[in-house]
């Protein structure tokens, strides 16, 4: 199993705030194509990857999806929870298996409403995956399919340790928003 601190926002955490979180972390498998959450449902816990990557997408009302980011070891999965939503927008499947962290909603919301350096870190992440949501838009609408494809595998390779990255076709249409052929 990883160390929580494999996660860049863990490692983050001043002192005192980890020593309130270390206890309530609960190290979690997160295997190929699992689903953390669904669009619309109320969101139990946050997610820090260490060594899988999960996809975040939008889902739309004929079943279509489309990848909006990708978050592996540098964040956290389940960003509404603490930006004043108990429910999202989007899916969140696993796209390549590993491990992680997860914290429940009550000890998030909790320590991010303390006001204190977890809120200024959250937020500076949500900048950040914000920003990845606007590339992603852009690149999306002007972009071929192929430097889309390539830009979405580099987003993943910047998110492993090694350079082996498994999933299947399938998986790789779902992200691109394409069907898969053959």
Request: hydrophobic share 45%; proline share 4%; glycine share 8%.
């Amino acid at each position: 199993m990883s160390d929580p601190k494999d996660n860049q926002l863990l490692a983050s955490l001043p002192a005192a705030e980890w020593l309130r979180w270390q206890p309530e972390l609960e190290a979690v498998v997160m295997p190929l194509g699992q689903v953390i959450y669904e669009s619309g449902r109320t969101l139990s816990h946050v997610y820090f990857p260490t060594t899988a990557i999960v996809s975040l997408l939008y889902v739309m009302e004929n079943g279509a999806s489309a990848e909006i980011a990708v978050v592996g070891n540098e964040g956290v999965v389940g960003i509404s929870l603490f930006m004043g939503g108990n429910s999202t927008p989007s899916r969140a499947v696993v796209q390549s298996a590993g491990n992680g962290f997860r914290l429940s909603a009550r000890t998030m919301k909790t320590e991010f409403d303390l006001a204190g350096p977890v809120l200024h870190l959250l937020l500076r992440y949500t900048q950040a995956l914000i920003t990845q949501m606007a590339q992603t838009a852009v690149c999306n609408r002007h972009h071929s399919l192929d430097q889309q494809l390539c830009r979405w595998l580099l987003l993943s390779l910047d998110r492993l340790q090694g350079n082996d990255l498994v999933m299947t076709q399938e998986l790789i249409a779902n992200m691109l928003g394409v069907r898969r052929e053959g």
